[in-house]
């Protein structure tokens, strides 16, 4: 008799990661990857792990996270996905299961990441989005923050952005864009990249805050990248404000 046909699925996820110990598997804590896992062996008797577009740490959330799995059953991509989302709690979502080459792997393939950050600029803090922003009550510069995030554009090295316990063969990478946009109380921070280091959006958002309330110059920017030392740099922004938006393949 022979073996079922191995398939590759590409999953595309959507989280609140409020609950969550970050996307990775981790002794002792609950995460979105064994969340997932564990649904799956569920529904297809397998043991395996996901092979994700990169790691989410605890408290940020993901709208368009990509993981990878080589799956032996017979399943259709739609029963699959009403498989997972039937068994998932409700803060994680499988929103798309898609058959790919059978060497697609979601993070080796993956050409860029665009995040999202999330602040809510008004005097009080909605509380219907608490768990997806940060609130700075006291008003931003947006013409500040959009030329401090200019110098972030281009091929650096981004020591000064990294989590001081962030592991990495190196510290150099390549922003496309960064750019700001208001609606309402809330400003909206995209940057797009062909990788980022641990913590990088939140330092780098923790640091330009520091250009919209008026205490850093946006050329700043420069000399903090230059230092290539994780103190020039401000604050780690919370990890609340934070969502992977989309990978790209292509």
């Known amino acids: 008799m022979s ?3 191995v398939r590759t699925l590409k999953l595309t996820i959507a989280y609140d990661g409020t609950a969550y110990h970050g996307w990775q598997v981790q002794p002792g804590a609950v995460t979105v990857q064994e969340t997932l896992e564990s649904a799956a062996r569920r529904f297809c008797g ?4 996901f092979s994700a577009s990169g790691r989410t740490d605890a408290g940020v959330h993901a709208w368009g996270q990509v993981a990878s799995w080589p799956y032996a059953g017979k399943l259709s991509p739609e029963k699959i996905r009403a498989a997972f989302n039937a068994l998932l709690p409700y803060d994680i979502r499988v929103r ?3 058959e790919m080459a ?3 792997h979601a993070r080796m ?6 995040y999202l950050y999330v602040i809510d600029n008004a005097p009080v803090a909605n509380p219907l989005l608490r768990r997806f922003t940060w609130h700075i009550r006291q008003p931003l510069d947006l013409n500040a923050l959009r030329q401090a995030s200019l ?3 281009g091929t650096h090295d981004f020591l000064s952005f990294k989590a001081a316990d962030g592991e990495s063969r190196t510290s150099e990478r390549t922003i496309f864009q960064a750019r700001w946009r ?3 109380a809330l400003l909206l921070f995209f940057v797009k990249g062909d990788g980022f280091l641990k913590n990088m959006v939140r330092v780098m958002v923790g640091t330009l805050t520091e250009c919209g309330r008026g205490k850093l110059h946006p050329s700043a920017m420069t000399r903090i990248l230059d230092a290539r030392d994780r103190a020039a740099a401000g604050l780690t922004a919370p990890a609340s404000g934070l969502i992977l938006r989309s990978v790209d393949y292509s």
Do not use: I, M, W
Request: aromatic fraction near 8%; glycine fraction near 4%.
């Open 3 to 5: 073996s079922p046909q």
């Open 102 to 104: 059978a060497d697609f």
């Open 151 to 153: 110098r972030l554009v």
């Open 182 to 184: 208001r609606r309402g």
């Open 46 to 49: 397998e043991s395996f792990r």
């Open 96 to 98: 798309r299961v898609e």
């Open 109 to 114: 393939a993956a050409r860029s990441k665009t």
